[in-house]
């Protein structure tokens, strides 16, 4: 399996309605899979389907990264609760190469998703782990992690972001 290409900010799939997977046929795995493959060729520890310029709400997420861990797959993931305290962490995208920003964000969430055979799951996670499924999920919901950057911040990347999105509109 190849690896599949990377969607950079400014082509219109990262910012597309995004549907729910209904049916869990042997594609999905493959699909899954093949994002796995993409995300550790591209060195980056969270991938959402819209970033390989597929609709559907499947995200992959390096899980315990700081112990090694894994990579887990998430289908049709929905945060439903997060606590009241927050962090601000620095983040970048394998679909805005080139940028990173301090985003806030809550330290601990609880997600309902459902597993490769469709089963729903409903579970906690903190620190890394969540932020990492915030961003994913975001991505599920036409939302890049520039979006959630001070005002000051996006002033000063105004130039950069323009010239990627100027550089995917053509590519
Ligand atoms: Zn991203």
Do not use: W
């Not at 959630?148 to 950069?160: E, V, W």
């Amino acid at each position: 399996m190849d690896p599949m290409e990377i969607m950079t900010i400014g082509k219109k799939v990262l910012r597309e309605e995004t549907e729910k997977v209904q049916e869990f046929g042997q594609d999905i795995p493959e699909f899954i899979e093949n994002m796995k493959i993409t995300m550790v060729e591209s060195n980056g520890i969270g991938l959402a389907a819209p970033q390989v310029g597929d609709s559907r709400k499947i995200i992959t997420v390096h899980y315990d990264l700081e112990k090694k861990g894994k990579i887990i797959e998430m289908i049709n993931p929905e945060i439903i609760s997060f606590c009241d305290e927050n962090e601000k962490s620095e983040e970048g995208c394998l679909s805005v190469p080139g940028i990173t920003g301090m985003v806030e964000r809550p330290l601990e969430i609880e997600v309902r998703y459902q597993d490769i055979d469709g089963n729903e799951h409903v579970r906690e996670f903190s620190g890394l782990n969540a932020r990492i499924i915030q961003h994913e999920v975001d991505h599920l919901n036409k939302t890049l992690f520039v979006d959630r950057l001070s005002y000051a911040k996006r002033l000063m990347i105004k130039n950069k972001l323009r010239k990627l999105e100027e550089k995917a509109r053509q590519g």
